[in-house]
């Protein structure tokens, strides 16, 4: 996936999967929460791909989760995105 696409993403132009290739199911997008330094990197970093004059912001329909590693469970049956800090990774729940 590309920046690019991952910003189409979670700015709501993509909404589902069949859009990028894969199955007709809607995206349930991940995010931290807005006080959470990742959620900020991903903002500038991903969704405004890096550019300090961009006004692109998140989707509406975005799910903060503290902790989205510890949230995938949840979230198992579901076809979601999401993004987290590499300090809270579990390569356990890779899939």
């Known amino acids: 996936m590309t920046i690019d696409q991952l910003a ?8 589902n ?11 349930v997008l991940l995010s931290r929460e807005t006080n959470s330094g990742t959620h900020v ?6 969704v405004r791909k890096g ?13 903060s989760c ?3 590693s510890g949230s995938q469970a949840n979230y198992a049956a579901t076809e979601c995105i999401g993004y987290d800090g590499l300090g809270y990774v579990d390569l356990r729940m890779r899939s």
């Open 66 to 68: 503290p902790l989205l």
């Open 17 to 27: 999967w069949k859009e990028l290739g894969g199955d007709d199911a809607p995206i």
């Open 51 to 63: 550019d300090a004059d961009s006004k692109a912001i998140f989707a509406p329909k975005l799910c």
């Open 8 to 15: 189409s993403i979670y700015t709501g132009e993509i909404t």
């Open 41 to 46: 990197y991903f903002l500038e970093e991903v």
